[in-house]
């Protein structure tokens, strides 16, 4: 945590709520009041109680710069996370891939069965199966039909989707690969690096955070 904020405020409030388990308020409260600010540049009013520090101040404001994507909602909150490596920033720092392939085999439902659970085994939900699929047809059926282009996405998913085919028979080649960019209003650029803010089955990605003491 200390390397990713130079903060130390910030740092010493998310060590804090981090190593706290609020679920059930067994141990404290965690509670999301308000959301003030736009879909790049928004601040948190959190209402939080830690049972064995009496202390501890318990309003506070974390202010998001540089939001690029974000699931966040009011309410009470049962652990908070903060990850610069998380599956949902591939996205944004692994090179986009093309994934082609060209063979048959009798039960494409199997494929597609098998497809999903590695995809779910190492998104666990964060990332909907369909995210980097074909969307231009049904995936069974494409996959029935025998040819096409099965995925464009990051390259986690891309060699995780490649292997599964492979291992079926099916010839397959990745191509076009190119790095994430992101239009600012004027030209395409790299994405800088961003960190996810989870709170529950909710997030934030965004590029800082800086809690500060309110009320």
């Known amino acids: 945590m200390s390397d990713?904020?130079?903060?130390?405020?910030?740092?010493?409030?998310?060590?804090?709520?981090?190593?706290?388990?609020?679920?059930?308020?067994?141990?404290?409260?965690?509670?999301?009041?308000?959301?003030?600010?736009?879909?790049?540049?928004?601040?948190?009013?959190?209402?939080?109680?830690?049972?064995?520090?009496?202390?501890?101040?318990?309003?506070?404001?974390?202010?998001?710069?540089g939001v690029r994507r974000s699931t966040i909602a009011l309410g009470y909150v049962d652990s908070i996370g903060v990850s610069d490596d998380h599956v949902l920033l591939n996205e944004y720092s692994e090179s986009e891939l093309r994934l082609g392939f060209r063979g048959k085999i009798d039960r494409p439902a199997l494929l597609v069965g098998e497809l999903y659970r590695a995809h779910f085994a190492i998104t666990y939900d964060w990332i909907p199966f369909s995210s980097y699929l074909n969307q231009e047809v049904e995936i069974a059926q494409l996959i029935e039909e025998g040819f096409g282009t099965l995925a464009v996405g990051p390259k986690t998913f891309i060699d995780l989707y490649n292997t599964i085919l492979k291992a079926n028979g099916i010839s397959t080649s990745v191509t076009d690969e190119s790095t994430p960019k992101e239009w600012d209003g004027s030209v395409f650029s790299d994405f800088p690096r961003l960190t996810a803010f989870i709170f529950d089955d909710r997030y934030v990605i965004a590029e800082t955070a800086t809690a500060k003491k309110s009320g």
């Open 4 to 65: 990713l904020y130079k903060d130390e405020a910030t740092n010493e409030f998310l060590n804090r709520v981090i190593e706290t388990d609020f679920e059930d308020g067994d141990y404290g409260t965690f509670r999301i009041t308000h959301l003030v600010g736009d879909e790049r540049a928004f601040s948190l009013v959190c209402s939080v109680t830690i049972d064995d520090e009496p202390d501890f101040h318990q309003r506070w404001r974390l202010e998001f710069e």
